[in-house]
């Protein structure tokens, strides 16, 4: 009897250590990642405004930079542009529980987050009054690193009331 003990006890322990081994770890998304235009698929802005008078000026610089502890993930997107720079700070609690705030733009805002295997998974909801009534956005993304952690890849939908638009933004390690 002990040794049938002994034994079962030790294929548990295997069992274990196999699926812990075998599990999705989460992506290492910690860095600084420069947006990759040429393999990006960037939405276009056909008939939403008019052309701005630096519309003949370069595409701005996106950098990315990401700061990743267990489950917070701080991410600082630095657009740079000739010699103005403009940052904005996100920080999400992956933990799949809803994070509620002040929007800058006012209403509320929900933000969702979770490590889902080898992906990060965030979607925000914002919600906000205007003269046409409550208006409800949305945005699902999804973060990937390619295999050899070089590529940063979020494919992203957002929902507003003007329609649905999609991208793919590719992020190169630097």
């Known amino acids: 009897m002990k ?3 002994v034994m079962i006890g030790t294929v548990a322990a295997l069992l274990l250590a196999v699926g812990v081994a075998t599990a999705p770890a989460q992506p290492q998304l910690s860095g600084t990642w420069v947006l990759d235009r040429a393999q990006s698929q960037l939405p276009s802005h056909e008939g939403q405004n008019k052309p701005s008078p630096d519309a003949q000026a370069p595409p701005p610089e996106v950098k990315l930079r990401v700061e990743q502890q267990g489950n917070a ?6 657009m740079t542009m000739g010699t103005r720079e403009r940052s904005m700070t996100d920080t999400y ?3 799949g529980s809803d994070q509620t705030h002040r929007g800058y733009r006012g209403g509320n805002v929900v933000t969702r987050a979770a490590f889902e295997g080898d992906r990060l998974v965030v979607t925000v909801m914002q919600t906000r009054k205007s003269d046409q009534g409550e208006r409800t956005m ?3 993304s999804t973060w990937s690193v390619s295999p ?3 590529l940063l890849t979020i494919d992203t939908t957002m929902q507003t009331p003007s329609g649905d638009r999609a991208m793919k933004t590719v ?3 630097s």
């Open 3 to 5: 040794h049938a003990q």
């Open 73 to 78: 993930v701080k991410v600082t997107r630095t």
């Open 93 to 95: 609690v992956a933990d």
């Open 138 to 140: 949305s945005q699902h």
């Open 148 to 150: 050899d952690g070089r």
């Open 171 to 173: 992020y190169v390690r």
